[in-house]
């Protein structure tokens, strides 16, 4: 074992950082030039954020406010009014993008489905208004980012539960195995 005085009078720690740096200072680099070589990204990446849409181009949210009680980060606002039919009426979904953590609880929470994280992930500004999403834009980025099949690939391959997956096992006690007469109470 070298004694400290050792290491400080001939700089051992200095010379194997030296030694290092040296031997691989000719190889090629290992890091990628960012804006001319973009990462490959995953499939099911937790990026920008979109309120989906169903076949007929409606809003799918409810505006039951699942997503913002899950919300560890509370970044998720749905301010919502009693239509004619008294339904709800979603007047504003926002969300501060700055604040959110990209947890994903916000999708896994939605039994409907009307809220996704994109893959995109390259988004920066100067001012924080830009990173404040409304209804509107969160509207937008659906139609940019899940167009087309895109949006149906994403909910059926990365999100669950899905209603194909409630089904029972073996042995199990199901009420669908209950005859229609015990059901009803004796009455049909």
Known sequence: MKSPLIKTVFFTEILK???LTFRTLFRPAVTRRYPKVKPVVAAGFRGLHAL????EGKLKCVGCGLCG???PSQCIHIYTNEGDDNKKIVERYEIDILRC???GFCVEACPFGAISLSEHYEYSNYSRAEFYMTKEKLLENWDRYFAGEKGKRYYREFWRPLSADMHGHEGQAMFSKIPDAIRSGGKK
């Open 69 to 71: 009680a899950y919300c």
């Open 101 to 103: 953590i990209f947890c």
């Open 52 to 55: 989906s849409k169903d076949d």
């Open 17 to 19: 950082g030296l030694s």
